[in-house]
């Protein structure tokens, strides 16, 4: 058994490779574009809508829900980039009722990407809200001297959110597989939703951490 999705290997290439963490994001990627045509091809203002819009707003009025409660103004900025983080990784997480599937959140390189993202989308709504020189002042705030600890602090959260997120999925992958080896028969259907919670969990979570490091940059705040 990999420890990780990354050592499947599909192709070989110079600079590039193939590998099973690749093939499975795309998949979830091309699956969240087909669900979302699918909802919004017949999207209605009027009291009859479909369930897939009903569980779509369910969605996004929630983490509208969390955006306001974070002290964030204009809850419809954030809301793309949030809801996109976390239907992805919902997505992946969903993926785990089909036997066999490795989710991508289980690879450090998807993980790591995601935590980038946050990293930019920190500076980019910080800037969008406060302006460059308010944002840029929290980092030498009480005083100068706090400059460098600042800065480290942005990494460092960025790094933690990366293996957080990888920790959690790829430890819940690697306990599942172990015991559907010794126990192929009794425990799967369990073991898979398990997998499937724990999850939906871990998006949530991945989600909120990630509001909590954008109400911080837009207010002033320390995350």
Same mark, same amino acid.
């Given at each position: 058994?990999?420890? /990780?999705? @990354?050592? +499947?290997?599909?192709?070989?290439? @110079?600079?590039?490779? *193939?590998?099973?963490?690749?093939?499975?994001?795309?998949?979830?990627?091309?699956?969240?574009?087909?669900?979302?045509?699918?909802?919004?091809?017949?999207?209605?203002?009027?009291?009859?809508?479909?369930?897939?819009?009903?569980?779509?707003? $369910?969605?996004?009025? %929630?983490?509208?829900?969390?955006?306001?409660?974070?002290?964030?103004?204009?809850?419809?900025?954030?809301?793309?980039?949030?809801?996109?983080?976390? !239907?992805?990784?919902?997505? &992946?997480?969903?993926?785990?009722?089909?036997?066999?599937?490795?989710?991508?959140?289980? +690879?450090?390189? /998807?993980?790591?990407?995601?935590? $980038? &993202?946050?990293?930019?989308?920190?500076?980019?709504?910080?800037?969008?809200?406060?302006?460059?020189?308010?944002? *840029?002042?929290?980092?030498?705030?009480?005083?100068?001297?706090?400059?460098?600890?600042?800065?480290? /602090?942005?990494?460092?959260?960025?790094?933690?959110?990366? %293996?957080?997120?990888?920790?959690?999925?790829?430890? @819940?992958?690697?306990?599942?597989? !172990?015991? *559907?080896?010794?126990?192929?028969? =009794? %425990?799967?259907?369990?073991?898979?939703? %398990?997998?499937? *919670?724990?999850?939906?969990?871990?998006?949530? =979570?991945?989600?909120?951490?990630?509001?909590?490091?954008?109400?911080?940059?837009?207010?002033?705040?320390?995350?």
């Amino acid at each position: 058994m990999n420890l /990780t999705s @990354d050592a +499947s290997v599909f192709w070989q290439g @110079d600079f590039i490779n *193939l590998n099973l963490t690749i093939v499975t994001t795309w998949v979830v990627i091309i699956a969240m574009v087909g669900l979302s045509w699918m909802v919004t091809r017949h999207l209605s203002t009027t009291v009859k809508t479909t369930r897939w819009q009903n569980a779509l707003e $369910v969605v996004i009025l %929630f983490i509208q829900t969390q955006i306001r409660e974070l002290g964030l103004p204009k809850p419809e900025r954030y809301l793309s980039f949030v809801v996109t983080l976390f !239907i992805f990784n919902a997505f &992946c997480a969903i993926g785990n009722i089909i036997p066999g599937y490795e989710s991508p959140t289980a +690879s450090l390189s /998807t993980t790591t990407a995601l935590a $980038v &993202c946050v990293f930019l989308a920190v500076p980019f709504f910080g800037i969008s809200e406060r302006g460059l020189g308010h944002y *840029l002042k929290r980092y030498i705030e009480p005083n100068f001297l706090m400059l460098p600890v600042n800065v480290i /602090t942005e990494f460092s959260r960025t790094l933690a959110l990366a %293996f957080r997120l990888f920790g959690n999925m790829a430890s @819940d992958s690697m306990i599942v597989g !172990i015991i *559907l080896l010794v126990a192929p028969l =009794i %425990f799967p259907i369990v073991l898979q939703v %398990f997998g499937l *919670l724990t999850g939906l969990v871990q998006a949530y =979570i991945f989600t909120i951490l990630a509001l909590v490091y954008i109400a911080a940059a837009v207010s002033g705040r320390e995350g």
